[in-house]
């Protein structure tokens, strides 16, 4: 099975900064890999999928990097409705298996 | 537009079987598979099993398999899944989800809670 590492944890930010989530995974997922934000009592939004397609809708300051192992999410200048947790999701193959996921917290 | 909804929440318990439906509308239901995520309180998303409803097929994590059952109904365009044996460990929000092969999961159900406890 692949594993998926995301890093860190959690993140505390101001408005306005930039912030970058790295995701590794155990094997080569080439791009299958996608990143979700998700607020408490809402299901997950998917930002990016394919590592860097960005979903209709979400705003541009998001976008994804990465192919192979190591992927990467920023977020170019934060803003107040961006704080909340964001995982990353390997779909490359089964089973599929998600990221520990980053709380991004307000400074 | 699309939507995945699913059943309500409930309390189980130990030792009991939950079924949750994930009904799909605003697509073909045989188009994309549907796969099942949980949340256990203060933990993260954990990925559990996927269908597909064109043919049936199924995939289990192996931690979930012999404890899971997914089925669909290609009439109504549901998804079920069964959850077997419950321990309070399973308290959790279930939720269903689309996802295109190797894709993201773009639309999700608005999850189903069940409560483990005697």
């Known amino acids: 099975d692949i594993q998926v590492t995301q890093s860190p944890s959690s993140l505390s930010a101001s408005v306005g900064d930039r912030v970058t989530i790295t995701c590794r995974s155990s094997?080569?997922?080439?791009?299958?890999l996608n990143w979700y934000q998700h607020k408490p009592g809402k299901a997950p939004t998917l930002l990016i999928s394919?590592?860097?397609t960005l979903q209709a809708g979400v705003p541009s300051r998001f976008s994804g990097s990465g192919s192979g192992s190591d992927f990467t999410l920023t977020i170019s200048s934060l803003q107040p409705e961006d704080f909340a947790t964001y995982y990353c999701?390997?779909?490359?193959?089964?089973?599929?298996?998600f990221g520990q996921g980053t709380k991004l917290e307000i400074k | 537009q699309v939507q995945l909804v699913q059943s309500g929440a409930g309390v189980k318990e130990p030792g009991a079987s939950v079924r949750i439906s994930c009904t799909a509308s605003?697509?073909?239901?045989?188009?994309?598979?549907i796969h099942w995520v949980r949340q256990a309180p203060g933990q993260g998303l954990e990925w559990m099993a996927m269908?597909?409803?064109?043919?049936?097929?199924?995939f289990y994590t192996q931690k979930f398999q012999g404890k899971v059952s997914l089925t669909r109904d290609t009439s109504t365009g549901t998804v079920y899944m069964e959850l077997n044996s419950l321990r309070s460990e399973d308290t959790a929000v279930y939720s269903c989800?689309?996802?295109?092969?190797?894709?993201?999961?773009?639309?999700w159900g608005q999850g189903t809670l069940v409560v483990v406890s005697s």
């Open positions: 989800a689309r996802g295109a092969t190797r894709g993201g999961l773009q639309d």
């Open positions: 605003g697509y073909t239901f045989t188009s994309f598979y």
């Open positions: 269908i597909n409803p064109k043919g049936g097929s199924t």
């Open positions: 094997q080569t997922i080439i791009t299958f």
């Open positions: 394919g590592a860097s």
């Open positions: 999701h390997q779909s490359y193959t089964f089973p599929h298996s």
